[in-house]
């Protein structure tokens, strides 16, 4: 049971009154409580509060139950929370209290059919991802259709833009004036060469999200530093880069999550 006078949501207040929200979704479900749920625990896509992590439970029975507009909503508004674990690691230990429920969202997520609409895919795709731990690729933009990467060389520590998209798929130097300069062409993996989270998110998009499923191959491929010539993996170093040191690994386990 969840004492919901110990939780705060966004702006400082009692969640006394999301644990009213959520036992009237499960009852009587409208689009004005959800969007007051979603005010009270969301802010510019992020959540910061601990009555957020709390309603994960009571969002994952909303996600398995009842019309399938407000089990949508459940489990978008329980994805936008988890993604915020990338982040946010003040409530970790409400988190791992419900691990069962992370564990349902997932399976919920996971057995939805896919939505081949471009950016209903990729935020199904993420939101799967977010339930199963793997909280950095569940943020990040994918959209390689003009898609730009910012950071460091690993071995000269020069600032690199990493580009994918219709203008190309190169590492340059990005300048104020001249734009990118000092062009170096990406090295894809080759399909059957991925593995693990990268393997599976071109298996996913194969099925026909043709754009994603290569610009993977580039993001999972191999970048050359413009400056000192050095070859480094970008995925592995773009993810290193942005991942605090953190314990989403206790508290989602990765381990077989995404077969």
Excluded: K
């Amino acid at each position: 049971m969840i004492d919901w006078r110990s939780v705060r949501d966004v702006s400082g207040g009692s969640g006394v009154r999301i644990g009213r929200l959520l036992d009237g979704i499960e009852h009587y479900p409208t689009a004005e409580a959800w969007d007051e749920i979603e005010r009270r625990l969301v802010v510019e896509a992020e959540c910061w509060c601990s009555a957020g992590f709390a309603a994960l439970p009571g969002l994952a029975e909303l996600a398995q139950s009842g019309a399938e507009e407000h089990q949508i909503r459940a489990l978008r508004l329980a994805a936008t929370i988890v993604r915020s674990l990338h982040r946010c690691h003040r409530y970790d230990d409400i988190v791992r209290a419900g691990a069962e429920a992370l564990m349902a969202l997932h399976r919920v997520a996971q057995n939805r059919p896919m939505v081949h609409t471009g950016r209903a895919f990729v935020a199904q795709l993420q939101d799967t991802l977010a339930f199963a731990g793997f909280t950095f690729w569940a943020t990040i933009s994918l959209d390689f259709t003009d898609e730009h990467y910012h950071l460091g060389c690993p071995h000269c520590a020069v600032s690199l833009a990493v580009v994918i998209g219709d203008y190309g798929h190169y590492t340059a130097i990005r300048d104020y004036n001249d734009g990118d300069i000092r062009r170096v062409v990406l090295r894809p993996v080759t399909p059957g060469d991925l593995t693990g989270i990268g393997r599976w998110m071109y298996d996913a998009a194969a099925a026909g999200e043709t754009v994603l499923a290569d610009g993977l191959t580039y993001l999972f491929g191999r970048a050359t530093c413009s400056i000192c010539g050095s070859v480094f993996n970008v995925a592995e170093w773009l993810e290193a880069e942005n991942s605090p040191s953190q314990p989403i690994d206790t508290v989602v386990p990765r381990t077989d999550r995404l077969t």
